[in-house]
Structure formats: structure tokens, C-alpha cells
């Protein structure tokens, strides 16, 4: 398909239809009346409370609006913005929340969710933990508390001087309901598996532990089940050692090693069976100039990988190379720096299989090159867009370390093989680019998706042993990449989604939450 010069402008013209400006309501110039009430009255707590119009000047409320990683959640605007530290503040906005049943609220922590409306709101009261954000290690440095707006780097940080770490997020903090994929999965599971605690208050505003002796269902439904059980403040993860100095970092290469790299990719997922090593691969094209760039994330739990474990990759010639043993905190903090704030972004996941040998390479050089090709084809795009295709390996390393941990919603099986977590994701610029961003981050994730199914039926996943080898049954959509327009619960194994939907509902009664919050709903 050809997105014509003509269609495009007029696609501008309609972007407000689109879905995703849909959840912006963008028509409204001021709070309902309800809201401002609602916001009045939860300022007569012990809470921060900003309001709008007021809050316009104050830099606090102007971070909870606009500091989002995408800047399309910044067009909303909140009623006000509220900064609870407890549990006990938390409780009191749901209670005067429930007092005002027309008025929409939001959950936010890192505000790194692109999809509008996840932890951004027009017009609604808007939670926010950015005062929330301490880490506590326990008197036998075995678990650590960790409040819903934490950073990564930091806890890493906090948790450097007692010699051990958590299962974070490899970039980003406050990942922990949809999962986490981490440098140390492949040891210890997606980041929710090490969660011992959780703290939350419910859609009626009581506040409980759900762990594995309270409240067991919701515990089980919190792993990586989403924002639709309550609003969690506290986390409570299990520690692990980790040396002083771990190797990592990050190297950048042409193009032009597309294929080289690609084939190291599936090398290393089909061969690696070091659980210390990690490595995450993305390509990239700018279109203003058409560079197309690599740039791969290294680590391993260690100050030097074994020989032969990274040597396909050693072989290539990098542009720049960060690389190098440090602290876990320092590599963290410094692959913050591809977090780039002021642009607009879409993601979608898509899961593929590993195959093995030249099954596997020629999948990965044929999504990619097919995936270059359309974008390059559409000769309409504004300036200023960049597309990435990211292979976020998921080895069988991480089932059994997942499994190993206690497991989870996603019901990952290590029998099932190698796989990855493929992650698209666009940027640009204004948003007369909405409307294109959407429609080609579903074409080329769905011709990805074809192209994997259509080719390579039947093939067994590197690493198979058993199992459905049913495509939609046993490749888990990961949330936490996911677009709005997706459904990543209805993916996970087994009849994990109706156990998940009965659990929401038994929880959230009155639809609280399903009804007045964003987010991937039980429906
Ligand atoms: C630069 C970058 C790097 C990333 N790297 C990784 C990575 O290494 N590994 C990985 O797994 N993922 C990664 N992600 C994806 C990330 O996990 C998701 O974007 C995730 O949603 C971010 O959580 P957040 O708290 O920052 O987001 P937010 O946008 O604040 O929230 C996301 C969702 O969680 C809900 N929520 C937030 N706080 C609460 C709460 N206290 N109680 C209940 N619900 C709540 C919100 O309502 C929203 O639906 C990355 C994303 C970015 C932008
Ligand atoms: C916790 O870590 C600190 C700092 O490394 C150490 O002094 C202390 O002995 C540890 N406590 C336990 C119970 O291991
Ligand atoms: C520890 O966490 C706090 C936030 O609670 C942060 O300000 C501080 O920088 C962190 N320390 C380190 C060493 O990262
Ligand atoms: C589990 O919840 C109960 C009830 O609130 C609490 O007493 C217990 O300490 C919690 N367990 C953990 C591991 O936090
Ligand atoms: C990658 O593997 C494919 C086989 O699937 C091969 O044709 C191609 O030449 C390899 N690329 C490089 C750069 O070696
Ligand atoms: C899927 O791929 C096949 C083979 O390349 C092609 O014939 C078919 O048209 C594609 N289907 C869709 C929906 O793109
Ligand atoms: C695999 O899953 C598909 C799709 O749900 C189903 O039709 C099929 O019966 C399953 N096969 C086995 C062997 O369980």
C-alpha cells in the first residue's frame, strides 16, 4: 500500500477520530464541575493536591501533566494532579472518588506508557507517585520495599552498598504489572516473578497485602496482569547478589551490518546457555536522512563474559562502543540516555519464534528487510519520524527462571522453546503525524507476523520440547510493549484470561476501575 500525498492530508485533517485522540476527549476546554469538586475535596486531605487552573504555574503539577515519555499524553490536561506518599492518602482520593461516579482518574508512575490515556487523563484526577518513590532494604538485606514511582537507576543505587539488586527494568522503572523484562531474567524470572508483597487498595478503597498467604488471588492476578485490580503503593521484591562490577553497556553500528547482526541474534538465543549473559538488538531508520542504525545492549552478571558466549558479536565492527565491566547502577543510569523525552511514540509487540539454523536467520534478515522496504516505500511520511524494530530475546532460560521464581500470568513454558519479544516503535514529531503512526505500526507488525506464520508453520522453536505449537496459544503478547488497540491478556497460556477476568470482577464490583481508568481491560 502507497499512502498518497492526497489521503495523507486528509488523514491530518481527521486525526481527531482516530482512536487514540479518542481517549484524549479532546473537545472539553475545562473540568467538569463533578471534577473540580472532586478535586477540591481530595485537596482537604493530607496529600499534595494541585488544581487546575492554578496548578498551570506550579512545577510540580506541570511534571505529573507533562512529563511523559511520549509527549502526545502531555496534550491532556488533569483536573488536578495529586501526590500521595501512603497508602492511607491513596485510599482517601478513591473514597472521595467514589463520590463522584462521572469523574475519570489515572494511575501514574514512570509515565512511560505511549498509549494515551494508560497514566494520562483530560479533565480527570490524576495519581501520581513521583513523591512515592523510596526504596527500604529489610534487616537481612533479603527484600527490598520499593514505592510505585521509583526509578530504576535509583533503587539499583540504594541497593549497590548491600551487594545486591532486584529484577528491574533494563532502561525504566514502575514495570512491575505488566511483567519486566530485565538483564537478569534469564537468571531470575520477569521482574513481577520476585515480588514477595504488594500493597494495594482496593476499587473501595480498603488497603490490603496481597502475597502468598493474603489475598492469594490477586497476587496471582498482579503478576503481570495490569493496572485492573487496584491502585498498588508499596512493592515488596526479593533481592539477589550482584558483584561490584558487571560488564555492559551498549554498542552502536551501520546498517550495513543488518544481517550479521540479525544472524549473531539468532546465534546467540539458540546457542547461549549462560543465564548471566543478555542482549537486546535494535535497528532504527530516521527517515529525514534514511540512516538506519544498530544499537544492541550488552551485559553480563559478571566483570568479563566467558570466551565464546558474545564472539559472533565481537566480530563486528562497531561505530561507537560503550561497552565496558562497571557498576549494574552505572549501566543502567547510562542506557537511560536512549530515553529521549519530547517526541511523540507509538509501541507494538509481536512475538516470533527462534528457529533453529538458516530457518532462523533467514526470518530475522526477511522481517527486517520487509519491514525496511515498507517503510522506505511511503514516500509521504513527514519529517521527523524514526521507526525501530527491537528482538528482545526470550530464551527458555527465562521460562524455567520464571517458572523457577513461582511463575506468573503470562504462563510462560520453557518447553515451548526460544522466542522473541519483537518491540516497533515510532516516533515523530507533531500531531498532524498521529493517524500515519498508528496505521503503519499496525501494518508492519502484522506483516511481520504473516510473514513468520506463512513461511514457517509448523517449525519447531529452538529449544521446543513439547507443548501447542498453535501460534496465537503459546506466543504471549507482552503487555507492557503492547498498543492500546491490542489485547495482550486474552494471549497468555491457557484459561489464564478467564481466571484474570473473574478476578478483576470479584475485585472491582462496580467497574471503579474498569470503567474510569485507561489501560488493557477485562472484557
Ligand atoms: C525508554 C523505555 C524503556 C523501557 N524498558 C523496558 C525494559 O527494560 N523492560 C520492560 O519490561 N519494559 C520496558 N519498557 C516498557 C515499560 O515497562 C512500560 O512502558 C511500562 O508501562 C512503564 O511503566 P511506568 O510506571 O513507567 O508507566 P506508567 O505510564 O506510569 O504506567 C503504566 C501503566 O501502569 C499503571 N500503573 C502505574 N502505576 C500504578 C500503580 N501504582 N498501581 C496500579 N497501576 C499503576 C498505569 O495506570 C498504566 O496503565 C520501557 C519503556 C520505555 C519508554
Ligand atoms: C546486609 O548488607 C550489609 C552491607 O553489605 C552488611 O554489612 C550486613 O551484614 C548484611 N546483613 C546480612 C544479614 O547479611
Ligand atoms: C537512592 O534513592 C533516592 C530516591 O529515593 C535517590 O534520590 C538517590 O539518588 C538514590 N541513590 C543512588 C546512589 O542511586
Ligand atoms: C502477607 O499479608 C499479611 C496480611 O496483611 C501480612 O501479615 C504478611 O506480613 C504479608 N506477608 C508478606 C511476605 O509481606
Ligand atoms: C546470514 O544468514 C543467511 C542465511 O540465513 C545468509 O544468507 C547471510 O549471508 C548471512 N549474513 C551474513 C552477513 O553473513
Ligand atoms: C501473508 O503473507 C502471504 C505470503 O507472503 C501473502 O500471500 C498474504 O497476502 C499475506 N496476508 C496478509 C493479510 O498480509
Ligand atoms: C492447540 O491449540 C489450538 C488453538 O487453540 C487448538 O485448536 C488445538 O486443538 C491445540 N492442540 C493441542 C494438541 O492441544
Redesign the pocket.
Known amino acids: 500500500m502507497h499512502i498518497s500525498s492526497a489521503i495523507f492530508s486528509l488523514l491530518s485533517l481527521c486525526i481527531f477520530a482516530t482512536p487514540i485522540q479518542a481517549q484524549a476527549a479532546t473537545s472539553a476546554t475545562a473540568p467538569s464541575p463533578q471534577a473540580s469538586a472532586a478535586c477540591l475535596e481530595i485537596s482537604t486531605g493530607s496529600a499534595e493536591t494541585q488544581i487546575w487552573p492554578a496548578g498551570l504555574t506550579n512545577p510540580d503539577y506541570e511534571d505529573a501533566k507533562n512529563h511523559y ?1 511520549s509527549a502526545a499524553n502531555a496534550d491532556l490536561t488533569p483536573a488536578c494532579a495529586v501526590f500521595p506518599t501512603s497508602a492511607t492518602e491513596v485510599s482517601f482520593v478513591v473514597k472521595v472518588l467514589l463520590k463522584y461516579p462521572t469523574v475519570p482518574f ?8 505511549p498509549n494515551v490515556g ?2 494520562s487523563t483530560n479533565w480527570g484526577v490524576l495519581i501520581t ?1 513521583s513523591k512515592d518513590a523510596a526504596t527500604a532494604i529489610s534487616a537481612n538485606n533479603a527484600t527490598a520495599e520499593v514505592g ?1 514511582g521509583a526509578r530504576w537507576g535509583q533503587v539499583i543505587g540504594n541497593l549497590t552498598a548491600y551487594n545486591v539488586a532486584v529484577v528491574g ?7 512491575l ?6 538483564f537478569l531474567s534469564a537468571q531470575y524470572g520477569l521482574a513481577c516473578d520476585s515480588v514477595v508483597n504488594y500493597e494495594i487498595v482496593l476499587a473501595d478503597g480498603s488497603i490490603v497485602n496481597a502475597n502468598a498467604t493474603s489475598f492469594t488471588d490477586l497476587f496471582w492476578a498482579l503478576k503481570g496482569g495490569g ?1 485492573q485490580f487496584g ?3 508499596k512493592f515488596t521484591l526479593k533481592t539477589y547478589p550482584i558483584p561490584p562490577m558487571v560488564w555492559g553497556g551498549t554498542r552502536t553500528y551501520s546498517g550495513l551490518d543488518a544481517s550479521a547482526l540479525l544472524n549473531a541474534t539468532q546465534n546467540f538465543i539458540q546457542n547461549n546457555n549462560d543465564p548471566k549473559a543478555a542482549v537486546i538488538v535494535t535497528g532504527s531508520l530516521a527517515i529525514e536522512n534514511l540512516a538506519e542504525l544498530f544499537v544492541l545492549f550488552y551485559f553480563y552478571d559478571g566483570p568479563t563474559p566467558p570466551a565464546g558466549i558474545f564472539d559472533e558479536f565481537d566480530a563486528i565492527v562497531p561505530i561507537a562502543d560503550q561497552v565496558s565491566t562497571q557498576s549494574y547502577a552505572d549501566i543502567v543510569n547510562t542506557n537511560d540516555q ?2 529521549i523525552y519530547g517526541l511523540r511514540y507509538i509501541y507494538r509487540a509481536e512475538t516470533i519464534p527462534n528457529l533453529p539454523g538458516t530457518s532462523g536467520t533467514d526470518l530475522y534478515n526477511a522481517i527486517y528487510n520487509n519491514w525496511l522496504a515498507y517503510i522506505i516505500s511511503q514516500d509521504t511520511l513527514l519529517p521527523g519520524f524514526t521507526f525501530s524494530l527491537g528482538f528482545q530475546p526470550l530464551q527458555a532460560l527465562t521460562a524455567a527462571a520464571a517458572v523457577a521464581a513461582g511463575g506468573d500470568v503470562l504462563g510462560l513454558d520453557p518447553g515451548n522453546g526460544d522466542r522473541n519479544w519483537l518491540i516497533f516503535t515510532i516516533s515523530w514529531e507533531t500531531a498532524a503525524g498521529d493517524a500515519v503512526a498508528d496505521s503503519l505500526a499496525t501494518i508492519l507488525a502484522n506483516d511481520v507476523v504473516n510473514h513468520s506464520k506463512t513461511h514457517y508453520a509448523g517449525v519447531r522453536n529452538t529449544r521446543y520440547k513439547e507443548g501447542n505449537l498453535s501460534y496465537e496459544e503459546y506466543d504471549p503478547i507482552y503487555s ?2 503492547a498498543m492500546y488497540s491490542q489485547s495482550p491478556y486474552s494471549t497468555f497460556a491457557g484459561n489464564n484470561y478467564a481466571r484474570l477476568k473473574a478476578i478483576q470482577k470479584k475485585y472491582d464490583p462496580n467497574r471503579f476501575l474498569a470503567t474510569r ?3 488493557f481491560k477485562y472484557t
Not at 489515572?106 to 506508557?113: E, L
Not at 527494568?169 to 514495570?175: A, M
Not at 504489572?177 to 530485565?182: A, M, Q, T
Open positions: 515519555y489515572a494511575m501514574k508512575s514512570g509515565g512511560h506508557s494508560f497514566s507517585f510505585p527494568g533494563r532502561l525504566v522503572g514502575g514495570l504489572l505488566g511483567g519486566g523484562l530485565s493496572n491502585i498498588v503503593t536512549f530515553n507492557n510493549d481508568t485507561g489501560g
